[in-house]
């Protein structure tokens, strides 16, 4: 499958503790970009790489951090956890920073619930 | 600051009858806008985009810059139309941050 994939698919964890998200880009495209889904909240932007830089930062909480690496797989890390960090966490990538002509393509989410 | 509100969590209609989800926006400049669909057990995914004009799967979406809104029609719903959908916004300027709306789920009743 040459879309984007996340792992992992499912975490449990306690308060205090740290996870890290990965997230492995559609084959060509140079754009990650990292989501929260809580309950009622939508999709709340975290923050946008470009091959391998910060390109856009949105309500990305100072616990969290985020880096995209040579290969162009992003990593997500969630640090001090607590119970409101449960969430759905998407990655979506796009082949260019800007979706004008493009479009956003999703994983399937990493589910972390913190307990 | 940019902003997308989806007013309705849940909308319900029969087959056949016309569906408008509501997007408003708030944005200074000139933005991008976006219609995402998530079906039940699949990923999220583009539906269609404002610059391109276009009908897919027979919805369309028109960009009122008066009224700031980019509300997703269909003249007649069927029941494969059931699904989450999202309103999203891209910033015009240099960094190019994606702003979605909290989504509504269409209930496409047969």
């Known amino acids: 499958d040459s879309g984007v994939t996340q792992t992992p698919k499912h975490l449990i964890t306690a308060t205090g503790q740290r996870v890290t998200l990965r997230c492995s880009p559609r084959s060509g495209d140079l754009s990650v970009y990292w989501y929260q889904q809580s309950l009622d909240q939508g999709l709340q932007f975290l923050i946008q790489?470009?091959?391998?830089?910060?390109?856009a930062k949105g309500n990305i909480l100072e616990r969290f951090s985020a880096q995209q690496f040579p290969d162009l797989h992003s990593e997500l890390n969630l640090s001090s956890l607590e119970l409101g960090d449960s969430a759905l966490y998407f990655c979506?990538?796009?082949?260019?920073?800007?979706?004008?002509?493009?479009?956003?393509?999703f994983g399937e989410g990493s589910r972390l619930t913190v307990l | 600051a940019q902003r997308v509100t989806q007013p309705e969590k849940l909308l319900s209609v029969f087959k056949g009858a016309p569906v408008e989800l509501k997007c408003n926006y708030s944005y200074s400049g000139s933005p991008e806008l976006f219609w995402y669909v998530q079906y039940s057990r699949q990923r999220l995914q583009l539906l269609l985009r404002h610059i391109s004009r276009e009908s897919i799967k027979g919805f369309t979406a028109d960009l009122n810059k008066g009224e700031t809104s980019f509300h997703l029609k269909k003249p007649f719903a069927q029941e494969e139309d059931s699904a989450m959908y999202y309103c999203a916004l891209e910033n015009s300027g240099g960094y190019q941050k994606v702003t979605f709306g909290t989504g509504t789920k269409l209930q496409v009743i047969p």
């Open positions: 790489y470009y091959n391998g830089e910060e390109r």
């Open positions: 979506a990538s796009s082949p260019r920073p800007g979706l004008a002509s493009g479009e956003l393509f």
